[in-house]
Nanobody, 117 residues
Framework: QVQLTESGGGLVQAGGSLRLSCAASGTIFGTNIMGWYRQAPGKQREMVAT???????NYDDSVKGRFTISRDNAKNTVYLQMNSLKPEDTAVYYC???????????WGQGTQVTVSS
């Protein structure tokens, strides 16, 4: 099975930056579309950013220009660089892998990001 191990969450002041990492195991990393999702209290889980095996990216409008998703296939790791953080970015952030061949989706355990004003 696919295991996704996330790190990098924490508490940061508004305007600051964080870098989330997600290391994948149990899969051929290059055969997965990777993504970051988040869920704030009282809200549904929403897509933040996705990246294909070829490096094509997609972002939610709320984070465009502030967040950058990237992947290192050699290290089986996907990253989310978060700059100019706002209090409304506060949420649990989840790493996701979507298998291109199987269509199966895997989720990480989630990491808390809290942005104070």
């Amino acid at each position: 099975q696919v295991q996704l191990t996330e790190s990098g969450g924490g508490l940061v002041q508004a305007g600051g930056s964080l870098r989330l990492s997600c290391a994948a195991s149990g899969t051929i990393f290059g055969t997965n579309i990777m993504g970051w999702y988040r869920q704030a209290p009282g809200k549904q889980r929403e897509m933040v950013a996705t990246i294909t095996s070829g490096g094509s990216t997609n972002y939610d409008d709320s984070v465009k220009g502030r967040f950058t998703i990237s992947r290192d296939n050699a290290k089986n790791t996907v990253y989310l660089q978060m700059n100019s953080l706002k209090p409304e970015d506060t949420a649990v952030y989840y790493c996701s892998a979507l298998g291109i061949l199987s269509g199966a989706r895997s989720w990480g355990q989630g990491t808390q990001v809290t942005v104070s004003s």
